[in-house]
């Protein structure tokens, strides 16, 4: 089963501007992380945070983190075209337990 | 370094045909996963391997899915027979153990149409 649910299933922006996706889940867990498809390819690991973290920066992504309400928040800032891309969050969680759980993903469109 | 590499890369066979797919980690990865992506949604995970021996397979359907890796470098996933609703990108990820980050690298996949 998907534990993650992403929130919005399709975003389309402007490129320069920021776009933000959200995630909830329904189990404790031990860290989530974001991962970009871009079309017809396999999935790139993007950021991991950690569940005693609550936001983590890479470049321009920024992710966020409350476990009080099982959920996090993937914001790139300045989008550009090649940001065009499925963006999955994905779980792990059970004690030495390296499986991920992926969720249904956001679809951004970043629009030159 | 070379990544995960699947092949073939697309697929059309007719519903109660065979079909396989073959993967190859990263040379090193102990760890080596297939997914299933139907369209618009996640992957979900059918089967783990660590080196030759299976970790996880409780989401396989084992009446026509099986996978081996049997040398615990490359794999093989076979279908046998398809369905329709078997249509879906295959993914298959490897991960050293222990993995670094908990991070997964993944093939291009293998698109799979069952007419």
């Known amino acids: 089963s998907q534990q993650g649910e992403e929130d919005p299933q399709a975003l389309s922006i402007q490129e320069g501007e920021n776009a933000t996706m959200n995630c909830s889940y329904k189990?404790?867990?031990?860290?989530l992380q974001w991962y970009r498809q871009n079309s017809g390819r396999g999935l790139v690991h993007l950021i991991l945070?950690?569940?005693?973290?609550r936001e983590k920066h890479s470049g321009r992504l920024r992710v966020t983190l409350d476990t009080s309400k099982k959920s996090s928040s993937l914001l790139i800032t300045a989008s550009r075209a090649a940001d065009t891309a499925s963006y999955f969050c994905?779980?792990?969680?059970?004690?030495?337990?390296?499986?991920?759980?992926f969720g249904k993903g956001t679809k951004l469109s970043v629009i030159p | 370094e070379a990544g995960v590499a699947q092949s073939p890369r697309y697929k059309i066979i007719e519903k109660r045909q065979s079909v396989a797919f073959w993967c190859n980690p990263i040379?090193?990865?102990?760890?080596l996963y297939w997914y299933q992506q139907i369209l618009g949604q996640g992957p979900k995970l059918l089967i783990q391997?660590?080196?030759?021996?299976?970790?996880?397979d409780s989401q396989l359907p084992k009446d026509r899915f099986s996978a081996e890796r049997l040398k615990g470098v490359d794999s093989t996933l076979k279908i046998q027979p398809a369905k329709l609703e078997d249509s879906a990108v295959y993914l298959c990820?490897?991960?050293?153990?222990?993995?670094?980050?908990?991070?997964?690298?993944f093939g291009p996949g293998t698109r799979l149409t069952v007419l």
């Open positions: 040379s090193g990865h102990a760890t």
């Open positions: 391997f660590q080196n030759n021996g299976v970790v996880d």
């Open positions: 994905a779980t792990a969680s059970g004690a030495g337990s390296y499986q991920l759980t």
């Open positions: 990820a490897s991960s050293p153990y222990p993995p670094v980050n908990n991070e997964q690298f």
């Open positions: 189990t404790s867990i031990n860290n």
């Open positions: 945070i950690r569940s005693n973290e």
